[in-house]
T-cell receptor, first 114, second 112 residues
């Protein structure tokens, strides 16, 4: 059982370049999330999707877009990367619709914008 | 002021010691409290989960919530080198994961 799979694991971008971070889960979860983790800041929610076809902004959505392609996949796009977006990005999923607060995380994508 | 405050550490203790990790929070609506463990270069994983005030024990781990003081703790007994990780507290007012607020994490190192 793979759980939550993120690709790529590492990426270096130049300022202004675009890229899409991919995430897929095989647990039949309804909700999916994108977080960024920076030193001293903990995990901050960028966007989340409570179900297929819906997305909502989190705490730090500026500079990002998301797509919930189907129940399994939730992608994060940086249209014009900036050095401030250098971070570790985590995708997560949770069952919800039943009162579960447990979020399962992927291994993370380490992104550096130069 | 952050909604959830957590001492970043690092905290270094000898093997076998009792470890106490703590978080304070400001939002009295929080009802669901969690501790996540994150090993280096890995994603966080849920360690303990409690609802409202009280204690919960799971093996060597005890989670404690004091809603009157807006203070939560995680105790690790007989600490092992394998417990070396970053521990993040997390909390939410709702019975769903969509509004979880995480602390910044405490780096813990257990010396053999």
């Amino acid at each position: 059982n793979a759980g939550v799979t993120q690709t790529p694991k590492f990426q270096v971008l130049k300022t202004g370049q675009s890229m899409t971070l991919q995430c897929a889960q095989d647990m039949n979860h309804n909700s999916m999330y994108w977080y960024r983790q920076d030193p001293g800041m903990g995990l901050r929610l960028i966007y989340y999707s409570a179900s297929e076809g819906t997305t909502d902004k989190g705490e730090v959505p500026n500079g990002y877009n998301v797509s919930r392609l189907n129940k399994r996949e939730f992608s994060l796009r940086l249209e014009s990367a900036a050095p401030s977006q250098t971070s570790v990005y985590f995708c997560a999923s949770s069952r919800d619709r039943g009162g579960s607060t447990e979020a399962f995380f992927g291994q993370g994508t380490r992104l550096t914008v130069v | 002021q952050k909604e959830v405050e957590q001492d970043p550490g690092p905290l270094s203790v000898p093997e076998g010691a009792i470890v106490s990790l703590n978080c304070t929070y400001s939002n009295s609506a929080f009802q669901y409290f969690m501790w996540y463990r994150q090993y280096s270069r890995k994603g966080p994983e849920l360690l303990m989960y409690t609802y409202s005030s009280g204690n919960k024990e799971d093996g060597r781990f005890t989670a404690q919530v004091d809603k009157s003081s807006k203070y939560i703790s995680l105790f690790i007994r007989d600490s092992q080198p394998s417990d070396s990780a970053t521990y993040l507290c997390a909390m939410t007012p709702y019975s769903s994961a969509s509004k979880i607020i995480f602390g910044s994490g405490t780096r813990l190192s257990i010396r053999p």
